[in-house]
T-cell receptor
């Protein structure tokens, strides 16, 4: 199983809504990531979890709140978003630990539209 | 922090010709260089990668070269096919053995069109 699964695939939300994006992997990876990708731009790193602990927060606004409930799951909680937050949100995972490098596998993304 | 530049931003080739995409990086500590292909509406997919202890790597029609001294790396696609049309991203990161994660920094991307 070399898959990172993201749900939902599409999400439309109002600026006052609260929603969550979900990501799951069963490759035994110990690092999980959230990236944001705007149209015609490269993915930009938002958060990194390593061994279920938040290791990097790239100065992301507090209306985005990540959570790593266990080593296989990663959530991104959304609240009071702005229209400019509309983008493709990508989850990725990598690194099996113990010195065994792995490539970063990406999910298909959640296409988020804020109205 | 790491900065990755990529050229050209768009590339159009005839089917069967070769395509070359070039990247440079700024952080000498980077030691892992993946290349991703992203098709419309999909997430990035790794197509080939190279580590700093290797100068060249090949996988069928795809090859990557690395010049660590000059901080350059390149992707070469031979015998291009229409299904190679996509956006290609180069990237750089440090081995997770030091950090326990990959902080993958992407280049701006190259939109490749293969004309039948």
């Amino acid at each position: 199983d070399t898959e990172v699964t993201q749900t939902p695939k599409h999400l439309v939300m109002g600026m006052t809504n609260k929603k969550s994006l979900k990501c799951e992997q069963h490759m035994g990876h110990r690092a999980m990531y959230w990236y944001k990708q705007k149209a015609k731009k490269p993915p930009e790193l938002m958060f990194v979890y390593s061994y279920e602990k938040l290791s990097i927060n790239e100065s992301v606004p507090s209306r985005f709140s990540p959570e790593c409930p266990n080593s296989s799951l990663l959530n991104l909680h959304l609240h009071a978003l702005q229209p400019e937050d509309s983008a493709l949100y990508l989850c990725a995972s990598s690194y099996r630990g113990g010195g065994f490098d792995t490539e970063a596998f990406f999910g298909q993304g959640t296409r988020l539209t804020v109205v | 922090g790491e900065n990755v530049e990529q050229h050209p931003s768009t590339l159009s080739v005839q089917e069967g010709d070769s395509a070359v995409i070039k990247c440079t990086y700024s952080d000498s500590a980077s030691n892992y260089f993946p290349w991703y292909k992203q098709e419309l509406g999909k997430g990035p997919q790794l197509i080939i990668d190279i580590r700093s202890n290797v100068g060249e790597k090949k996988d069928q029609r795809i090859a990557v070269t690395l010049n660590k001294t000059a901080k350059h790396f390149s992707l070469h696609i031979t015998e291009t096919q229409p299904e190679d049309s996509a956006v290609y991203f180069c990237a750089a990161s440090q081995s997770p053995r030091e950090t326990s994660y990959d902080k993958v920094i992407f280049g701006p991307g190259t939109s490749l069109s293969v004309i039948p």
